[in-house]
């Protein structure tokens, strides 16, 4: 069995002020850096490999959670979904412009696409090579990713369409654990398990 436990990055400047991140590569603020500090992953991905997406604030993530001696391999295919035009700028002001479009976008669920970005189910697309990847090659694995590449593989693992609450309360300051097997289909294993104190091998 493949185990695939998703952590995202910890928190920037945007994050704070309620802004789609997409592509944009900006760090971790002091606040993100030391949330993380003595931080580790739940005992559940004890061994694992590391997949670290190539945006700053996801290296960085990895690094500070990381343990010495452990390789960290940037993986290009967790990179952030695109969100084109609507980059920088927050869901209330999207909302409350009229040539945005946005009501009806948001209506469309997997299919969401920001003008010039990606929609989720592109994003499900261009992941299931490195799923199944990962599930032809077993063992336990770790995506240090982000929240919409995150919730496109809850999306799938759930038969979710977005549409409506989500079938589970994703916490994105914990870790959540996805079975995938060779095919790159993915299953859900154990959401929301907390990161735990250095030195704490509690399962």
Do not use: C
């Amino acid at each position: 069995m493949t185990l695939l436990g998703m952590i995202r990055h910890g928190r920037t400047a945007w994050n704070g002020e309620g802004r789609l991140t997409g592509r944009t590569d900006i760090p971790l603020t002091e606040e993100g850096r030391a949330g993380l500090a003595g931080l580790r992953p739940p005992a559940e991905l004890d061994g694992a490999k590391w997949h670290v997406s190539p945006l700053l604030r996801a290296r960085q993530t990895a690094e500070i959670l990381h343990q010495d001696g452990v390789e960290l391999h940037i993986e290009p295919r967790l990179i952030e979904m695109s969100f084109g035009a609507y980059e920088g700028r927050t869901l209330e002001e999207l909302r409350a412009d009229p040539d945005a479009g946005m009501a009806a976008n948001e209506d469309r669920g997997l299919d969401f696409l920001p003008p010039g970005g990606e929609s989720p189910r592109m994003v499900q697309d261009r992941l299931r090579p490195f799923l199944a990847d990962l599930g032809q090659s077993g063992g336990r694995h770790i995506a240090v990713a982000h929240k919409a590449v995150i919730r496109a593989v809850f999306a799938a693992a759930h038969d979710w369409n977005m549409m409506g609450r989500p079938p589970v309360k994703l916490r994105w300051e914990q870790a959540h654990i996805f079975e995938v097997d060779a095919r790159g289909d993915v299953r859900p294993w154990r959401m929301n398990l907390p990161l735990l104190p250095l030195g704490d091998a509690s399962q």
